[in-house]
């Protein structure tokens, strides 16, 4: 019998055989790996067959809820999305919120696992001890807001469903898995299930998990949830995270024209008040969250409002060149609609204008600051026509094709493109960047709030950082298996005895702190196992050239580069201290410790 939070297993779905079964997991795992990005890459080790192509039909696409969903416990309705990424070849863990996710735990598994290739476009109807293979032919083509519509009109409001839009149908290599407007974005999910013919996955159910102490989990939610609604989170209720991009600017670490430039002379067009002046905003929360942090903006042609986040702003205004609002707010929705990550849309899109400025290639109107440029570049990408061609392959395989000295300054790590974060502006963040299983993700490595206290010197970067790295990186292994929203993180006065006691009230578990550092330790090394099976080399592990030999622009670090020796320095040491070889292999007795024999051949 499971344990309490968990269903005890998972389903298996074949497209090819159009077959389903269930697959028991074993009490161990669930508490070693918990749930989330956890137990995905556990199932991502044990059902990924040699070294397949991400687009491949043997390659899984895994769905994985955690012991905390279902419960009351705010900002636990969440869901990742695991797959090997198609723009890294790499593991790859999405993370999403929903109803989905609620919807997707009742059906009575605790991970849903995709494998093989429909014939012809399918929806996948999910529900207790049955799978529904549809005909989605007449959803293929559409974008995301109406493929879930369409779906919902077919089948009324039964299930929860997570769609792609065209990028994925079409392969774009950063293509999202959609539910209710909000992206599973980064590394190209929805590629991986467009290369399966799969349009819609929906699900519903009954199945309910038990709590071990529900009086105590229900008065901790509650107060959980008063404190959610206090100062920790009172900044992202306020303006969400936009306010971001005019504080980034200030302390010039804001990504500017492909990171040419680390200030944007233009940012208080898209400051937080210029946004709300110029549109109505309204305020919404993710499923069975109090934080309320999403900010909707509407246009007065009356469609439906567009989320703005830090992200998308960053990557579609100042990395671009663009500072009109009106373009970046179009090119959101734009994104929302194909189904594309809007962090690799936009650094394609600059790095394309930068090749373009260079004359590397020869693509009127594609230049900085060229808003039209842009929204018909987002146009192409999504259809897989002309430039944009080129572009869905990501910056990574679109350098390598251009060529001319393109690569040293394309930017991406592993071939993630890097976020809204100047590595050499943040250097604890550009080590985490550069050691990343996922790549260049500021979500797997939360070592910004390194740079950004008065402990370190952020623009000198010492090995001094190299331990509270892994301490965020650790947190952020725990956080996104539990799975709890990052901006809980202001909410607890000591974060690992909080996950603890939330997770000893829904599962029973006695765990302590040291218990989840070591089993957040144990997650990162799996992800790192999974990579080096699937052919990691410790090249990987560094910067684009140009922040290892130019200076930034301006700003309070003029000047400054990320010192490649130093950076293969601070590499070494986090692999030591990791427990692995300098170079970053993994040596079988920790292999043994954590009980990955099995998935090391």
């Given at each position: 019998?499971?344990?309490?939070g968990y269903h005890g297993q998972?389903?298996?779905?074949?497209?090819?055989?159009?077959?389903?079964?269930?697959?028991?997991?074993?009490?161990?795992?669930?508490?070693?790996?918990?749930?989330?990005?956890?137990?995905?890459?556990?199932?991502?080790?044990?059902?990924?067959?040699?070294?397949?192509?991400?687009?491949?039909?043997?390659?899984?696409?895994?769905?994985?809820?955690?012991?905390?969903?279902?419960?009351?416990?705010?900002?636990?309705?969440?869901?990742?999305?695991?797959?090997?990424?198609?723009?890294?070849?790499?593991?790859?863990?999405?993370?999403?919120?929903?109803?989905?996710?609620?919807?997707?735990?009742?059906?009575?598994?605790?991970?849903?696992?995709?494998?093989?290739?429909?014939?012809?476009?399918?929806?996948?109807?999910?529900?207790?001890?049955?799978?529904?293979?549809?005909?989605?032919?007449a959803l293929w083509g559409l974008?995301?807001?109406?493929?879930?519509?369409?779906?919902?009109?077919?089948?009324?409001?039964?299930?929860?469903?997570?769609?792609?839009?065209?990028?994925?149908?079409?392969?774009?290599?950063?293509?999202?898995?959609?539910?209710?407007?909000?992206?599973?974005?980064?590394?190209?999910?929805?590629?991986?299930?467009?290369?399966?013919?799969?349009?819609?996955?929906?699900?519903?159910?009954?199945?309910?998990?038990?709590?071990?102490?529900?009086?105590?989990?229900?008065?901790?939610?509650?107060?959980?949830?008063?404190r959610s609604l206090g100062e920790?989170?009172?900044?992202?209720?306020?303006?969400?995270?936009?306010?971001?991009?005019?504080?980034?600017?200030?302390?010039?670490?804001?990504?500017?024209?492909?990171?040419?430039?680390?200030?944007?002379?233009?940012?208080?067009?898209?400051?937080?008040?210029?946004?709300?002046?110029?549109?109505?905003?309204?305020?919404?929360?993710?499923?069975?969250?109090?934080?309320?942090?999403?900010?909707?903006?509407?246009?007065?042609?009356?469609?439906?409002?567009?989320?703005?986040?830090?992200?998308?702003?960053?990557?579609?205004?100042?990395?671009?060149?663009?500072?009109?609002?009106?373009?970046?707010?179009?090119?959101?929705?734009?994104?929302?609609?194909?189904?594309?990550?809007?962090?690799?849309?936009?650094?394609?899109?600059?790095?394309?204008?930068?090749?373009?400025?260079?004359?590397?290639?020869?693509?009127?109107?594609?230049?900085?600051?060229?808003?039209?440029?842009?929204?018909?570049?987002?146009?192409?990408?999504?259809?897989?026509?002309?430039?944009?061609?080129?572009?869905?392959?990501?910056?990574?395989?679109?350098?390598?094709?251009?060529?001319?000295?393109?690569?040293?300054?394309?930017?991406?790590?592993?071939?993630?493109?890097?976020?809204?974060?100047?590595?050499?502006?943040?250097?604890?963040?550009?080590?985490?960047?550069?050691?990343?299983?996922?790549?260049?993700?500021?979500?797997?490595?939360?070592?910004?709030?390194?740079?950004?206290?008065?402990?370190?010197?952020?623009?000198?970067?010492?090995?001094?950082?190299?331990?509270?790295?892994?301490?965020?990186?650790?947190?952020?292994?725990?956080?996104?298996?539990?799975?709890?929203?990052?901006?809980?993180?202001?909410?607890?006065?000591?974060?690992?005895?909080?996950?603890?006691?939330?997770?000893?009230?829904?599962?029973?578990?006695?765990?302590?702190?040291?218990?989840?550092?070591?089993?957040?330790?144990?997650?990162?090394?799996?992800?790192?196992?999974?990579?080096?099976?699937?052919?990691?080399?410790?090249?990987?592990?560094?910067?684009?050239?140009?922040?290892?030999?130019?200076?930034?622009?301006?700003?309070?670090?003029?000047?400054?580069?990320?010192?490649?020796?130093?950076?293969?320095?601070?590499?070494?040491?986090?692999?030591?201290?990791?427990?692995?070889?300098?170079?970053?292999?993994?040596?079988?007795?920790?292999?043994?410790?954590?009980?990955?024999?099995?998935?090391?051949?």
């Amino acid at each position: 019998m499971a344990i309490h939070g968990y269903h005890g297993q998972y389903l298996r779905i074949d497209l090819t055989r159009r077959s389903f079964e269930p697959v028991p997991i074993p009490t161990d795992v669930l508490q070693r790996f918990i749930g989330g990005s956890g137990l995905g890459t556990w199932l991502m080790l044990r059902e990924t067959r040699g070294i397949p192509d991400p687009l491949a039909p043997e390659s899984p696409l895994t769905f994985v809820f955690s012991p905390l969903v279902g419960s009351p416990l705010t900002t636990s309705a969440k869901f990742a999305v695991v797959t090997k990424s198609p723009l890294t070849n790499r593991l790859n863990d999405s993370l999403s919120s929903s109803r989905f996710a609620i919807a997707g735990k009742r059906t009575g598994f605790d991970a849903i696992v995709i494998t093989g290739a429909a014939s012809r476009p399918t929806a996948l109807l999910i529900e207790p001890d049955k799978v529904e293979f549809r005909d989605a032919d007449a959803l293929w083509g559409l974008t995301c807001p109406d493929a879930q519509s369409a779906f919902h009109k077919a089948t009324g409001s039964r299930f929860q469903v997570a769609v792609i839009g065209p990028a994925g149908e079409r392969l774009v290599r950063f293509a999202t898995v959609s539910n209710e407007n909000r992206h599973a974005g980064r590394g190209g999910a929805g590629a991986v299930m467009g290369a399966k013919r799969l349009k819609a996955v929906a699900v519903r159910g009954d199945r309910t998990t038990s709590w071990a102490h529900p009086s105590e989990l229900t008065q901790y939610s509650r107060d959980l949830s008063r404190r959610s609604l206090g100062e920790g989170t009172a900044k992202y209720r306020e303006v969400g995270t936009i306010s971001n991009l005019v504080t980034f600017n200030r302390l010039g670490t804001l990504p500017t024209r492909n990171f040419q430039d680390n200030v944007f002379e233009n940012a208080s067009a898209l400051s937080p008040e210029s946004l709300a002046g110029a549109r109505e905003h309204t305020r919404e929360s993710c499923a069975a969250c109090t934080i309320g942090c999403e900010h909707i903006f509407h246009d007065p042609g009356g469609n439906s409002g567009v989320r703005l986040e830090y992200e998308n702003l960053f990557a579609l205004g100042p990395l671009c060149g663009v500072s009109d609002s009106q373009v970046v707010f179009q090119a959101s929705r734009l994104c929302d609609e194909l189904g594309i990550d809007v962090i690799s849309a936009g650094a394609t899109i600059a790095f394309a204008m930068e090749c373009n400025e260079k004359g590397m290639i020869d693509e009127s109107g594609l230049d900085f600051g060229n808003g039209a440029g842009l929204l018909e570049a987002l146009g192409a990408i999504g259809r897989n026509e002309g430039i944009g061609k080129l572009l869905a392959l990501g910056t990574r395989a679109a350098s390598k094709e251009i060529g001319q000295g393109s690569e040293e300054f394309a930017p991406h790590v592993k071939g993630l493109e890097i976020p809204g974060y100047e590595p050499r502006a943040l250097q604890a963040m550009a080590l985490g960047f550069a050691v990343g299983s996922r790549g260049a993700d500021h979500n797997r490595s939360g070592a910004y709030q390194i740079d950004f206290s008065d402990r370190f010197d952020r623009l000198n970067a010492t090995e001094e950082i190299v331990e509270p790295v892994i301490e965020t990186e650790n947190e952020a292994a725990l956080m996104d298996s539990l799975i709890l929203c990052r901006f809980l993180r202001g909410v607890f006065d000591d974060r690992l005895a909080a996950m603890a006691e939330m997770l000893h009230l829904v599962t029973g578990n006695n765990v302590s702190s040291a218990d989840l550092v070591q089993i957040a330790e144990r997650i990162v090394t799996a992800k790192k196992l999974f990579n080096i099976r699937q052919g990691w080399n410790p090249s990987e592990d560094t910067l684009p050239e140009r922040f290892l030999t130019t200076g930034l622009s301006s700003g309070p670090g003029a000047g400054t580069m990320m010192d490649r020796q130093t950076l293969r320095d601070l590499i070494a040491r986090y692999n030591t201290v990791r427990g692995w070889s300098d170079e970053g292999w993994i040596p079988d007795e920790q292999i043994a410790r954590y009980q990955l024999a099995d998935f090391a051949g």
